[in-house]
């Protein structure tokens, strides 16, 4: 990226990425960040909470704001989750629609309800066309860049691709370009503001995520309950909170295997996190209705909060 001029001020502003479940705004984020932050599994609906990654430029500071799908919630997680969404879009200085090439004309109308969420903003928002490398030929593309134009003035239109990379260069440089003057609010070197404990239970739910079937992974939570990250080898124990009994059976599976595996799985990816050695312990617990709990809600994590807290 071209360094700005001595005299250019400092600019500095929050992107939130907003879209409907899994159009691929976790692997955008990881792509455009180049470190991976966000959890990225194919189960709808993976991302619960916003997450900030902050992308750093020449005398720019950029913090994008991965948020969850936004839908037509069914109880009060579905509610937290489209809280989470609309609280980021609220607070950014700029959006990014991002929306799925793969669905041709059928994804404008499956992207209304991300559509009339951001009827109200007065930010400037972008167009991500993601996945543009599975859309064969490209000029398929078009009719359907022309659709999505007719539903809003966007301030500009990328193609990219999160898992290839095309045209992430040109999204930086859009999205640098149109930043507010401001100060840097982190150091140099941060790329999150997201504590370490909360990436080590992120990463224990995308190990239940990859493991287990259609019905559980919604229905699941990751409580730590012990991590002792001063010893030599941490020691981290974890709930996994479930809904109900036939849950916890499939969760721990024939003579344990499944949750063998779950805790395989996890240990590899949290030993990759922190760099070392750990010591992992998963127990799988029943915590009736907790994804229509405020109470639960709020003891695991999913708690509303304030304007970019």
């Known amino acids: 990226m071209r360094a700005l001029p001595p005299e250019t001020p400092h600019r500095m502003g929050y992107v939130a990425l907003a879209g409907r479940p899994n159009v691929g705004k976790s692997t955008l984020l990881n792509a455009l960040l180049g470190e991976r932050l966000s959890i990225v599994t194919p189960r709808p609906e993976t991302t619960r909470d916003r997450l900030r990654g902050v992308l750093h430029g020449p005398g720019a500071q950029l913090v994008l704001v991965d948020t969850p799908g936004i839908h037509r919630p069914h109880g009060r997680l579905g509610e937290y989750m489209n809280h989470e969404a609309l609280a980021a879009i609220g607070d950014a200085d700029l959006v990014v629609l991002v929306a799925d090439a793969r669905d041709g004309h059928a994804g404008p109308p499956r992207d209304q309800v991300v559509l009339e969420a951001l009827a109200h903003t007065t930010r400037p928002v972008l167009l991500c066309l993601n996945k543009v490398d599975t859309v064969r030929p490209r000029t398929a593309l078009l009719p359907l860049l022309e659709v999505y134009g007719k539903l809003r003035d966007f301030a500009a239109v990328v193609p990219v691709s999160g898992d290839t990379g095309e045209g992430?260069?040109?999204?930086?440089?859009?999205?640098?370009?149109?930043?507010?003057?401001?100060?840097?609010?982190?150091?140099?070197?941060?790329?999150?503001?997201?504590?370490?404990?909360?990436?080590?239970?992120?990463?224990?739910?995308?190990?239940?995520?990859?493991?287990?079937g259609e019905e559980v992974p919604y229905a699941t939570a990751v409580e730590l309950e012990r991590f002792d990250e001063r010893a030599p080898i941490p020691h981290i124990t974890a709930s996994v909170h479930v809904e109900r009994p036939g849950q916890k059976k499939i969760m721990v599976g024939a003579r344990g295997e499944r949750i063998k595996a779950i805790g395989s799985r996890a240990r590899?990816?949290?030993?990759?996190?922190?760099?070392?050695?750990?010591?992992?312990?998963?127990?799988?617990?029943?915590?009736?209705?907790w994804t229509r709990s405020a109470a639960a809600l709020t003891r695991f994590g999913y708690e509303r909060r304030g304007k970019r807290s």
Request: hydrophobic share 45%.
């Open 268 to 289: 590899a990816s949290v030993e990759r996190l922190l760099g070392r050695k750990i010591f992992l312990e998963l127990w799988v617990k029943v915590t009736p209705d």
């Open 168 to 212: 992430l260069d040109t999204l930086r440089g859009e999205l640098f370009g149109r930043l507010p003057e401001g100060v840097a609010l982190f150091p140099d070197d941060a790329l999150t503001d997201r504590p370490e404990r909360y990436f080590v239970a992120e990463a224990i739910r995308e190990a239940v995520l990859s493991e287990t």
